[in-house]
Each structure stands twice: as structure tokens, then as C-alpha cells.
């Protein structure tokens, strides 16, 4: 079935500690109205690197939660990032960097959910 061993090297989690702070310092200084949209990407872009630091150290379904709950948080970071670059209050360009970056970890995370013979 899965494999029991914790990974010792999780290159998503290092792209994902990438994104995150480029995430972080995008959306430092967003006007007040903004302001829940970007303490809400804050949260969800710090919960992809966290969830899957954690499911690297777990073993069996519980590793496996940690790293589905890291994906739909970068999916989540997507569409904070969409919504704050379409209303003007961050870095259109930055913000595409940043969620290019969320989309390789969410491509690693799903390989890592969805492992080949599964």
C-alpha cells in the first residue's frame, strides 16, 4: 500500500517554505479593508509548509492527512492571491510568482498523496 518510512527530504516543502514567503511579503501592507484577506493567506500559505513538515514526520494515514490538508491550503492561497491581485491592493506579477510557486508544491503534494500503484 503506502510506504511506512518517513521521507527524510521533501523537496515540496522547501518550495513551499519559498512561496510562503514570498506570500508573506507580498501581502505585509495591504489597505485596512484588505486586511482579513491577508491575514487569511497568511494562515493558509503558512499551513502548506507546516502540514507538510508535520506529514513528513507522521507514518501511515495520518502523513497523508497532513499533506491533503497542505494541498487544499495551496489551493486556498490561489484564490486569496487572485482575489487581492484583482483588486489592485498587491503585485500582479508577484502574485503570479508566488502562486506558480503554490502550483509546483500542489503538483509534488498530489504525487505524494497519489503515489504510483496506488
Known amino acids: ?38 491575514d487569511q493567506v497568511i494562515r493558509a500559505a503558512s499551513s502548506v509548509a507546516a502540514n507538510l513538515n508535520e506529514g513528513n514526520g507522521r507514518f501511515g494515514r495520518d502523513r ?18 487572485r482575489l487581492l491581485s484583482g483588486a489592485g491592493v498587491i503585485d500582479t506579477s508577484q502574485a503570479k510568482q508566488a ?5 509546483e508544491v500542489r503538483a509534488m503534494t498530489w504525487r505524494l498523496i497519489h503515489p504510483k500503484g496506488c
Open 64 to 81: 497523508f492527512n497532513h499533506w491533503r490538508i497542505a494541498y487544499g491550503s495551496a489551493k486556498e492561497v490561489d484564490t486569496f492571491l
Open 99 to 103: 502562486a506558480a510557486l503554490f502550483d
Open 1 to 38: 500500500m503506502h510506504d511506512s518510512q518517513p521521507r527524510t527530504d521533501l523537496v515540496a516543502y522547501t518550495v513551499a517554505l519559498e512561496a510562503a514567503s514570498r506570500t508573506l511579503a507580498l501581502v505585509r501592507r495591504v489597505p485596512a479593508p484588505f486586511k482579513s484577506l491577508a
